[in-house]
């Protein structure tokens, strides 16, 4: 069975750092594009970061140059480096994992921006 595991999430102040892993088991993971989604308190889950298999990366705007998603497909594993964390970064982030024909979600790990 399938799992993605979330770790790396935490609380941090203002322009700080976090890095966050995802592992993944019970799949080819190079066969799948991954990403990662936040969600804040109240609002819809929305797509962060992805990265292909061969490595190529998207973002979405708001992340503007902050963040950089990378994957090691020897681990089964990918990361999200968050930089320049503000306040409203808080949220929860998920790693998924995306094929033509099933996707998969992880459980997700906090990460709380706040002094």
């Known amino acids: 069975q399938v799992q993605l595991v979330e770790s790396g999430g935490g609380l941090v102040q203002p322009g700080g750092s976090l890095r966050l892993s995802c592992v993944a088991s019970?799949?080819?993971?190079?066969?799948?594009?991954m990403g990662w989604y936040r969600q804040a308190l109240g609002k819809q889950r929305e797509l962060v970061a992805q990265?292909?298999?061969?490595?190529?990366?998207n973002y979405a705007d708001f992340v503007k140059g902050r963040f950089i998603i990378s994957r090691d497909n020897a681990k089964n594993t990918v990361y999200l480096q968050l930089d320049s964390l503000k306040p409203e970064d808080t949220a929860g982030y998920y790693c998924r994992s995306t094929s033509f024909t099933q996707n998969y979600w992880g459980q997700g790990t906090q990460v709380t921006v706040s002094s």
């Open positions: 019970g799949m080819i993971f190079s066969d799948y594009v």
């Open positions: 990265i292909s298999s061969g490595g190529r990366a």
